[in-house]
């Protein structure tokens, strides 16, 4: 099942909106920054754009002299064609579009350059969440709502610069013609129309904004959806559920549905309502000329000149009422993007860390106390230490807080009480590329990049060379395997790295820690998917790498360890026992019996 909302970035309940208006400005003010960095390229696109809208308002004036030339000659006139008026008026409409069309192209690099700043930021912003946000996330929403947010900055920019202003500049423009040379009815119809029509417009947005929201949480929810289920396609397959799987995502999809059909009707009522506004206007407007015609108080080409203009002036003011409507749902869009921005890291570094210093690498726990969350507690007071060079291993049953104390030093988390420090520095005051720069990790399941095998190992220094990789390989033991592989080291390891055994995974994840070179080494059941043959070569290469390096070396097979210079026994988050192998033995507690069970086991097996 998926998780319930509230640990991720977006509030569940987006459709609050009395937080509406005052963001937006914000998010707004938060795009100056893109257009100032191109100031030159904006100037010059809106001076493009001044040049059209003034072309777009001439188109009719000059229409009006053609008709105006035809009027007022006798019949045998007619014959004279106002050529130059012809050539004006046919290069009038083309510079309308043409300086559009320039100032799209310059201005294009505007809005493209944010979008990659935009989305880079937040990329890089997802990197610097610790490890808590990444286990809660949705994968298939978090990347629509990257997407969408993106794809919003991009068209607020276009838009509010280019469609928002000028539209309001033309409209201004209209007005001040009309009221020169006609009678200020004209000028009041228009100005009442328009009123009339931003204000139906914005209120009908308004409302509609909810369905945006509700359609878009319901499209990140199938989408997560999606995902999470093709993700887990081999256990849709071992339990047949295929069936059960697509009939919960159809439950995604009719919610989806219908969040998208009160889009669509809602749309439907908006658009109808501005055409009825609009249709009304023309009408009063053609209406009043034609009386003023037939009274003779105005020419025809005047009439022809309003006409135009009326068609002129509406079809920006239709548009500018999709712009509206768009711009809501992408400052929405924006706004869902920058949520994920100011979901503030966790863990982060402190003001005045300072680069670590491992040097050797002891490593201490001093009192370490953590839970994942505030009402569980997971780990009650572990201290230990491991000088530096030495290794410590730490056994117990699953779930005992092995990995978790792994995590811990790799500062994933940081501790609730106690501290944690390496070569004598608190770890939560030194920066985290240095730490996590000086130590390998193992890890329990891998993962791999769906990239190629060689790809995968030089993961760990990406700057390595062919001879450094093949030595990794080589240590790892993966030089016998890959020379079965018909590619090689280029063999693709498929999503998650699900087309190589999780041994051989194991060991592409111990050549790329080789590969990485770091002073301390944390073995987290690093052998526990290989069988005893492979895992007593892989456990020679590892123990050669750790006789070098700090080690923290956590085993479920208690054989794999008993070479470690201490040997830490935790139960339930405490440690109940510790010593070397011999003396644990003797003294006869939890790790004797563990010992001794665990010898039986392999008895059995080899017997077997
Ligand atoms: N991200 C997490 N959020 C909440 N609980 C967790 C998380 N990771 C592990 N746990 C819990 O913490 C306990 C210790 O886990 P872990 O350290 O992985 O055990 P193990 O000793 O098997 O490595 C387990 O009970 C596990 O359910
Ligand atoms: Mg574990």
Redesign the pocket.
Same mark, same amino acid.
């Given at each position: 099942m998926f998780p319930s909302n509230t640990s991720t970035p977006v509030r569940a309940s987006a459709i609050d909106e009395d937080d509406q208006t005052r963001p937006n400005w914000r998010i707004i003010r938060s795009l100056l920054p893109y257009l100032l960095e191109y100031r030159g390229r904006v100037l010059l696109a809106l001076m493009f754009l001044v040049v059209a809208k003034i072309a777009n308002v001439a188109v009719p004036v000059a229409l009006k002299y053609i008709v105006d030339h035809f009027e007022d000659r006798p019949v045998e006139a007619l014959v004279t064609v106002p050529l130059a008026l012809l050539a004006a008026y046919g290069l009038l409409r083309f510079s309308a579009v043409f300086f559009g069309e320039l100032r799209d192209a310059v201005f294009a690099r505007v809005a493209e350059r944010a979008m990659r700043r935009v989305s880079l930021e937040v990329f890089r912003h997802l990197h610097r969440l610790e =490890? +808590?946000f990444h =286990?809660s996330r949705r994968t298939g929403g978090l990347a629509r709502d990257i997407e969408r947010g993106t794809n919003g900055i991009s068209f607020l920019l276009r838009f509010l610069v280019f469609n928002i202003v000028p539209t309001l500049f033309e409209i201004a423009l209209v007005a001040v013609i009309l009221l020169a040379v006609f009678s200020p009815v004209f000028v009041l119809t228009v100005i009442g129309a328009v009123i009339g029509y931003v204000l139906f417009s914005v209120v009908v947005t308004e409302w509609r904004t909810r369905f945006v929201r509700e359609a878009n949480v319901a499209d990140n929810r199938s989408n997560t959806r999606a995902v999470d289920s093709l993700l887990n396609y081999e256990t849709v397959k071992y339990f047949g559920n295929e069936a059960y799987e697509a009939e919960r995502y159809d439950r995604d999809l009719a919610a989806w549905e219908a969040a998208r059909m009160k889009n669509r009707l809602s749309l439907a009522a908006l658009n109808s309502g501005q055409a009825l506004i609009i249709a009304a206007a023309v009408t009063v407007m053609m209406w009043l000329a034609a009386r003023e015609v037939a009274a003779g108080t105005m020419t025809l080409g005047d009439l022809v000149m309003i006409n135009a203009y009326m068609i002129q002036l509406f079809i920006p003011l239709n548009f500018l009422g999709f712009v509206y409507r768009e711009i809501r749902q992408a400052l929405v869009n924006i706004e869902r993007m920058f949520g994920l921005l100011q979901q503030p890291a966790r863990v982060v570094d402190a003001p005045d860390a300072r680069p670590l210093e491992a040097d050797g690498g002891s490593i201490r726990f001093e009192n370490v106390k953590f839970g994942? @969350?505030p009402n569980?507690s997971?780990l009650h007071g572990v201290s230990f230490e491991i000088p530096a060079g030495r290794k410590l291993a730490i056994v +117990?049953?699953?779930?005992?807080?092995?990995?978790? *104390?792994a995590?811990l030093l790799f500062r994933f988390y940081d501790v609730d009480e106690g501290r944690i420090t390496i070569n004598g520095q608190d770890i939560r005051n030194v920066t985290q590329d240095s730490l996590r720069a000086a130590i390998g990790v193992v890890p @329990?399941d891998t993962v791999l990049f769906n990239d190629s095998i060689a790809y995968n190992i030089r993961y760990g220094r990406t700057n390595a060379d062919e001879n450094a990789v093949a030595e990794a390989v080589r240590q790892a033991h993966l030089d016998g395997f890959i020379a079965q592989l018909p590619e090689g080291l280029d063999t693709r390891v498929g999503e998650r790295g699900l087309k190589v055994s999780g041994g051989e995974k194991q060991r592409i994840a111990i050549a790329r820690m080789l590969l990485k070179d770091p002073p301390i080494l944390v073995l987290?059941e690093a052998t526990s998917s290989l069988d005893s043959g492979a895992e007593r070569a892989v456990l020679g290469a590892l123990n050669e790498a750790a006789s070098r390096r700090t080690t923290l070396a *956590?085993a479920h097979r208690l054989s794999t360890v008993r070479d470690a210079d201490r040997i830490l026994v =935790?139960e339930h988050g405490r440690v109940v026992e510790q010593g070397r192998h011999e003396e644990l033995l003797n003294h006869g507690g939890v790790y004797a019996k563990l010992w001794e069970h665990q010898q039986h086991e392999q008895a059995a097996d080899e017997h077997a």
């Open positions: =490890l +808590g =286990l994942y @969350q569980r997971i +117990g049953p699953s779930g005992s807080g092995k990995s978790t *104390i995590r @329990q987290d *956590i =935790l």
